[in-house]
């Protein structure tokens, strides 16, 4: 009897496993349409450094929604998240279900612009930086796009589209032995009057 109840003790813990890392903090009735702006807090380390340096918001990462064969996907850059072993940092595509997952979001927010058809643009341009194979920036350094980090891609989507979302707003930021120029935060999509807040969860 006592094995038997060990047995159970350990398949109840690997379905609480299982059912936490695909648990998801997405609404279910959450209708995201093409160029929606979608901002996550996360708990690792990398997202506690951002949260500490952009002292006027409270989310670490952007991405922006995408129509992927009639399926609404998400596309961001993001470091430290592999699909598969050996994977780079990257632009990576993934569902909404995905981006929020409760082991990578605490919480979140989706944000519209007010113009669909240079919405539809700005993720049209997010789909082909996804298709292009780009590689994370890791010195978030938006003079290229031969790398991008997660505002970068944001802000390049709607600047192709003819409508910046950040005017050129910019900070500068000083880590121990790290310095960062011009860079882009999450907070400046939230503070931006060119999006409309749809919904916090």
């Given at each position: ?34 160029g929606d ?42 470091p430290d ?26 919480i979140g ?93």
């Amino acid at each position: 009897m006592r094995h038997l109840m060990l047995i159970l003790l350990f398949v109840a813990l690997l379905v609480s496993c299982e059912e936490d890392k695909n648990s998801t903090i997405f609404p279910e009735n959450c209708e995201l349409k093409e160029g929606d702006v979608v901002l996550r807090r996360g708990s690792g380390i990398m997202s506690r450094v951002v949260i500490y340096a952009d002292v006027n918001g409270k989310y670490s990462h952007v991405g922006i929604v995408v129509d992927s064969a009639g399926t609404k996907m998400i596309v961001h850059a993001v470091p430290d998240e592999p699909d598969y072993d050996g994977d780079a940092d990257r632009v990576k595509m993934d569902t909404p279900e995905k981006f929020f997952a409760c082991d990578r979001a605490e919480i979140g927010e989706l944000r519209r612009h007010g113009n669909l058809v240079v919405a539809r643009k700005a993720a049209e341009y997010a789909w082909r930086t996804y298709k292009r194979g780009v590689l994370f920036d890791h010195d978030y350094d938006d003079t290229d796009t031969l790398r991008m980090y997660c505002c970068e891609i944001v802000e390049a989507a709607y600047v192709s589209a003819g409508c910046s979302l950040l005017d050129g707003r910019r900070h500068d930021m000083s880590f121990p032995g790290m310095r960062l120029e011009r860079c882009m935060l999450p907070s400046d999509f939230c503070e931006t009057d060119k999006l409309r807040k749809i919904v916090s969860f």
